[in-house]
């Protein structure tokens, strides 16, 4: 996804035009900015995903080549445009978003086939819900097939195939994504994670500056969060599920690995930007 980043005092209420401070276009997308965090973090890293034969597109592909992500299974969509996100962030770090998926809700799970080796061979899988969600549960069927461990970031939620959930080896979700799978639990974080967690093996739910809530099936443990000057929260939660992903495949334990993502998410947001922070 090519983020276009809007910096605003505060969100516009109903029919209100508000002057904001500036605007840039940042290269993002929840699987992109995951894949160059992992690389950063010292992984090998392959990326499977789709954007448009524009130049949005070209600019994604060189990136994550730059970080040294391997790009032979991004795959480009001869009509559908790069998926594009618009973040609004606001003085105080925090953010809002829109998404237009476009070119990601094309992508094929014929590809994932064609990625069957280099998915078989991973370490750990990493899914998001920002693409066609058949092609998400064709890869995750392969990992579990070839009993690759699964980290599911659910983000953004949306409607997904029954048994998605249960095919994770850990899910990795935020306040608003965990409210959304588990309406029955009212924002109670310890009842969320305890249902997330016996729907998979192991979950976290991130909480922002109030760190994050675990369960690998001995209870929900708090991670205290790093105290950190917050500039930009865009990209946060993908530096975590990278830094949670890289421990747990290094043979940390849920807890030690979520308190290393948290430092990784509490670096991102001193710095403005996605995939630059």
Known sequence: MMDLVVRAPRLPVIGESLLSHSFRTSPGGKGGNQAIAAARLGASVTMIGQVGADRFGEILR???????????????????GTGVAVPIVLDSGENAIFAVPQANLTLSPLLMERARDVIS????????????MDATLAAMRLAEAARVPILLNPAPVAPYPPGTLELASVIVANEIEAAALVPSASGDH????????????SAVITLGHDGAVVDD???PRNIPPFAVQAVDSVGAGDAFCAGLALSLCEGAPLAS???????????????????AS
């Open 121 to 132: 061979s991973a370490a750990m899988l990493l899914v998001q819900f920002e693409v066609n």
């Open 257 to 275: 690995a979520a308190h290393f993502a948290a430092a990784a998410g509490a670096v991102a947001v001193t710095r403005a930007g996605a995939q």
């Open 190 to 201: 310890d009842a969320e994670v305890e249902v997330l967690r016996r729907l998979s093996r």
């Open 217 to 219: 099936g001995a209870g």
């Open 62 to 80: 060189e990136r994550l080549e730059a970080e040294g992500v391997d790009t032979r299974f991004v795959s480009v969509d001869p009509e559908l």
